[in-house]
């Protein structure tokens, strides 16, 4: 089991920054990578990015590339989403995945942070 507590959310004008955070406790030992997604009202939950825990190579969805940046701290086991010129459609809750690929694959959610971006 891997336990995930997601943390920074808020409620920012648009082109501010935040910095969310996840932090992964439990059976961190497996993990392959560590993903962000989020959820608009309304709306299918959808893919922002996603690190490697290995080797750290990074993965974003179009619509945040060149504005959102995640990486790693494979000693604290957080992976932090830093997210810049925040847009009114970057208003989700923003939800943290790991992979475990053991025998199988195994994926474990947070509970989410919210995240409103104002006009």
């Known amino acids: 089991q891997v336990q995930l507590v997601e943390s920074g959310g808020g409620l920012v004008q648009a082109g501010a920054s935040l910095r969310l955070t996840c932090a992964a406790s439990?059976?961190?030992?497996?993990?392959?990578?560590m993903s962000w997604f989020r959820q608009a009202p309304g709306k299918e939950r959808e893919f922002v990015a996603r690190?490697?825990?290995?080797?750290?190579?990074?993965f974003y969805a179009d619509s945040v590339k060149g504005r959102f940046t995640i990486s790693r701290d494979n000693a604290k086991n957080t992976v932090p989403l830093q997210m810049n010129s925040l847009k009114p459609e970057d208003t989700a809750v923003y939800y943290c995945?790991?992979?475990?690929?053991?025998?199988?694959?195994?994926?474990?959610w947070g509970q989410g942070t919210q995240v409103t971006v104002s006009s």
């Open positions: 995945k790991a992979r475990k690929v053991v025998g199988g694959l195994y994926d474990y």
């Open positions: 690190i490697t825990w290995s080797g750290g190579s990074t």
């Open positions: 439990g059976g961190t030992s497996s993990i392959s990578s």
